[in-house]
């Protein structure tokens, strides 16, 4: 097969807690499934997409046309469940937690010879999804930089949290959507992590512009504080 490379906005979505007893049986939960997979499914969104894929308690889509149209469908998805779980006790409400990202990813030949997607534009989407809590609708730094370059409106409602760790111990940066009826403005879980680069010289983190001296910097070798090699650099010279 050959290998197909795809620049795609991927929308990556599962439901929080499914496997959660206390929430209710498996059939109860397999209803809860259904019912998402019917909104999102019957959003007028979607007939934009290009790769849908399964992931067993979610769905990852991919829209190769526009930045905007996985957020879209966030927004879309949110407004349906709030009005679906209105009024309904816990057990019964569907929670779901959101990822997007901008990136590429490669058709590859799976188990049975069928094709099938994956790549970093996936990965990360499903990476920084796993990140958020119940209603967290997630966005990679490329992703949201661009909607809010798009729109006023998408920069009123997109949020930088900051630098978050996520699999593997990559730290990046995240932004998170929310407004009315749409997204979770509790941001109190995201630790902000630094992102400590080498590029031939040390990030001293806190260190304001008036306190960059001789003296200062020795005194914070000498801690051997903050004074972390990147994560990206590690990864490269293991590469080469």
């Known amino acids: ?10 929308f990556f979505v599962d439901m929080v807690s499914l496997s959660d007893r206390s929430l209710g049986s ?3 939960q397999s209803k809860k499934l259904e019912t998402m997979f ?20 979610g769905v990852a889509i991919c829209f190769t046309e526009n930045p905007r149209l996985p957020l879209e469908l966030s927004i879309d998805l949110h407004k349906k469940l709030n009005r679906f ?14 990822g997007i990202n901008s990136g590429l990813i490669s058709k590859t030949r799976g188990v049975k010879g069928q094709g099938n997607y994956w790549g970093r534009g996936l990965i990360h989407a499903q990476r920084i999804m796993s990140a958020g809590d119940a209603s967290h ?17 998408y920069k009123q409602n997109i949020h930088y949290i900051g630098n978050i ?3 593997h111990e990559e730290i990046i940066p995240v932004y998170s959507a929310y407004g009315e009826c749409f997204g979770n403005n509790d941001n109190s879980k ?17 260190l304001k512009k008036d306190e960059i001296n001789p003296k200062k910097l020795l ?11 990147s994560l990206s650099s590690k990864r490269k010279r293991k590469k080469n």
């Open 38 to 57: 019917r909104y999102i499914t019957n959003s007028k969104i979607l007939k934009n997409s290009t790769i849908t894929s399964h992931t067993g308690d």
């Open 137 to 153: 609708i997630l966005l990679s730094a490329n992703t949201a930089q661009e909607l809010i370059e798009i729109s006023d409106e």
């Open 190 to 206: 995201f630790t902000e992590k630094p992102i400590q680069e080498e590029s031939g010289r040390v990030i001293f983190e806190g």
């Open 26 to 28: 498996t059939e109860t």
């Open 165 to 167: 760790e996520i699999k």
């Open 1 to 10: 097969m050959k290998n197909t490379e795809l620049f795609v906005h991927v």
């Open 85 to 98: 779980n209105k009024n309904k006790p816990k057990k019964e409400k569907i929670l779901v937690r959101i």
């Open 219 to 229: 005194e914070l070798l000498k801690q051997n504080k903050q004074t972390k090699l």
